[in-house]
């Protein structure tokens, strides 16, 4: 695959990485391209009723869509899934798990990270670009004050979370992400599901490894496809991967 | 042999979906309602009845499918009744 886009290194490194499909993921193939866009090798793709990863996997990515029809709660159900034990195993190495949108639901069912995501407060399906704020460094983010435009499309994504979890997330600095405007300013107009403190996505894992957020990276990596702010995110896998295989420099 | 599990949007956690209902029982001209909470009713029927002498035990278990599966103790209540 050529290195279509501008912004990753070259000659690309090797990354490898995995895409977990479930039945109903349907941003599967864009993943899969951003990720095989990042480095040199293409990621494998591992269905959902696989006990094991392939090894030596670096990152596990889990893509956005509807797994199990959204049924009893987006994500609930995915927490029988046979590969599951291999993913918090994974994630418990301090190896990089990235879960965008049904992805980041997933992962708060299935308990890598904290609080849950719900209805939007607007009752809208909101689908378009919006902008978010890096709050945090962490193995996918390293400028803090970075603000990206990228696509939202989710129904349930608004972030809930107790007082004392919005505590520990300020005070542990696993605010990944955040809602701002295009100047990059943190206000409610631009909170626009009623996301608790404006978050779009936070860290969890031993070594701020694991990436639950709302908002697709992977349909942002192409300026022919309207924007590319999401190559930072996945070079930043990139360069945390070739900085050693901890990410424990990070913390 | 049947329970019923209720699943509620815990109170502080704010309920769009509610919210719209409410608006349209109002728009349709139903007024005095000053709240509109909803959940889900999980109807689950056992294979075989449950004596009374185990039915502390089944009570623990449905409250422990709630905690696991059914309810999301982040944002919702769960209640069960059998």
């Known amino acids: ?251 | 042999m049947k329970a019923t599990v209720y699943v509620r949007p815990k109170k502080e956690v704010l309920d769009p979906q509610g919210d719209a209902v409410r608006k349209a029982l109002e728009k349709l001209g139903f007024g005095g309602v000053a709240q509109v909470r909803i959940g889900k009713v999980v109807e689950i029927e056992f294979a075989e009845n449950i004596p009374a002498s185990e039915q502390n035990a089944m009570r623990a278990k449905l409250e422990q499918m709630s905690d696991t599966l059914l309810a999301n103790p982040v944002m919702e209540d769960y209640e069960v009744t059998f």
């Open chain 1, 1 to 251: 695959m050529p290195n279509w886009v501008e912004g990753y290194a070259t000659p690309r490194p090797s990354m490898r990485a995995c895409v977990i499909v479930f039945p109903g993921s349907n941003a599967d193939a864009e993943m899969i391209a951003a990720l095989a866009g990042a480095a040199s090798t293409p990621p494998t793709v591992v269905w959902h009723t696989e006990t094991a990863l392939p090894a030596d996997t670096d990152l596990v990515a889990i893509p956005g869509g509807f797994s199990y029809g959204d049924y009893l709660r987006c994500g609930a159900l995915a927490k029988v899934s046979p590969i599951v034990p291999a993913i918090r195993e994974h994630a418990a190495k301090g190896r990089l798990v990235l879960g965008v949108c049904n992805g980041f639901q997933i992962l708060t069912e299935i308990g890598l990270l904290p609080g849950g995501l719900t209805r939007n407060r607007q009752m809208r399906f909101e689908c378009g670009d919006r902008y978010i704020r890096v709050a945090a460094r962490g193995a996918f983010t390293r400028t803090v004050g970075a603000v990206w435009r990228m696509p939202v499309a989710h129904a349930e994504g608004r972030y809930v979370a107790s007082p004392e979890l919005l505590e520990q997330l300020n005070g542990e600095d696993r605010v990944a992400v955040r809602y701002c405007d295009a100047r990059g300013e943190v206000v409610d107009e631009a909170n626009f599901n009623g996301s608790a403190e404006s978050i779009a996505g936070i860290y969890g894992g031993p070594y701020r490894n694991i990436l639950g957020l709302m908002p697709h990276p992977e349909r942002a990596v192409d300026p022919r496809t309207g924007g590319a702010d999401g190559v930072e995110l996945f070079a930043a896998a990139v360069a945390t991967l070739a900085g050693g295989k901890s990410t424990s420099a990070l913390v």
